[in-house]
C-alpha cells in the first residue's frame, strides 16, 4: 500500500481557475513535504516544500500542513496551460543523513485554455 | 549551480542484454546521490542512494546494482535486463532534508 496518497488521479481546470491537490502520509515518522512537478517527458522539478503546521505562499502558489494528520494540500490559483502536468507528493523523516523521499502516484493536472 | 548529466539519454535493449547508464555530478563536493526509477504510469521510486564514493546502498530490490567510483560520479548497471526493467531512469543529488535535483532521465526501453 502506498504510504503517501494522492488525491484526485486527474483534475481538470480550466484557465484562470483554481486547483486544488491532496496529499496524506500513512507514515507517521514523516516530518518533511515537497511538492514536485513532472511535465510530459521531463524529469521532476521541486515546486514548494513545507515543513511546519501552516501555510506558504509562492507567487499562484500556496501549501498547507496539517501535522497532526499528515495532510499536505497545494493551491494553484490563475492557472496557466503551462501548469498542465504531474504533480508529485514527497514526504520525507527528519532524521538520517539521506534523503529517502517516498512518492506518492501524482495527480495529474491538465489546465483548459 | 549544481548540474546532473546523464548518458545515455534513450536506450533499446533486448531482454537479457547487459545495461549501463552513467551520472556525472558537477558544482557540488561530496553530493549524496540517488538512483530513482519511474515506469510508464507510475510511482517514481527510490532504488539507490550513495553517501560517499565506493559506498552504495539499496532501497529497492530490482535485480540491477549501482557504482560510485568516484565523488561525482554514479552508475546503475544489470548483466541481464529483464522486461520489468523498461521505465524513466533518474539520477538526483540531494543532502538530507533538502531540495532533491533530478537529471534529466534515461529512458530505457526493453524489447
Known amino acids: 500500500q502506498q504510504k503517501v496518497q494522492q488525491s484526485p488521479e486527474s483534475l481538470i481546470v480550466p484557465e484562470g481557475g483554481m486547483a486544488s491537490l491532496n496529499c496524506t502520509s500513512s507514515?507517521?515518522?514523516?516530518?518533511y513535504f515537497w511538492w514536485y512537478r513532472q511535465h510530459s517527458g521531463k524529469s521532476p522539478k521541486m515546486l514548494m516544500s513545507i515543513f511546519s503546521n501552516g501555510e506558504k505562499e509562492e507567487g499562484r502558489f500556496t501549501v498547507h500542513l496539517n501535522k497532526a494528520s499528515l495532510h499536505t494540500s497545494l493551491h494553484i490559483r490563475d492557472s496557466q496551460p503551462s501548469d498542465s502536468a504531474l504533480y508529485l507528493c514527497?514526504?520525507?523523516?527528519?532524521?538520517?543523513?539521506?534523503?529517502?523521499?517516498?512518492f506518492g502516484a501524482g495527480t495529474r493536472l491538465a489546465v483548459c485554455p | 549551480a549544481q548540474t546532473i548529466h546523464q548518458w545515455p539519454v534513450a536506450e533499446i535493449k533486448a531482454v537479457g542484454s547487459p545495461l549501463s547508464l552513467g551520472c556525472t555530478i558537477k558544482g557540488k563536493s561530496s553530493p549524496n546521490l540517488y538512483w530513482y526509477w519511474q515506469a510508464t504510469g507510475g510511482t517514481l521510486q527510490q532504488l539507490f542512494y550513495?553517501?560517499?564514493?565506493?559506498?552504495v546502498e539499496s532501497v529497492v530490490q530490482l535485480n540491477l546494482s549501482a557504482s560510485r567510483p568516484k565523488d561525482d560520479q554514479f552508475i546503475l548497471s544489470t548483466e541481464k535486463l529483464l522486461l520489468s526493467h523498461s521505465g524513466f531512469y533518474l539520477c538526483a543529488s540531494g543532502q538530507a532534508n533538502t531540495e532533491v535535483f533530478f537529471g534529466k532521465g534515461t529512458r530505457l526501453t526493453v524489447v
Open positions: 507514515d507517521r515518522n514523516v516530518d
Open positions: 550513495s553517501i560517499t564514493v565506493g559506498q
Open positions: 514527497a514526504a520525507s523523516k527528519g532524521s538520517g543523513s539521506f534523503n529517502k523521499l517516498t
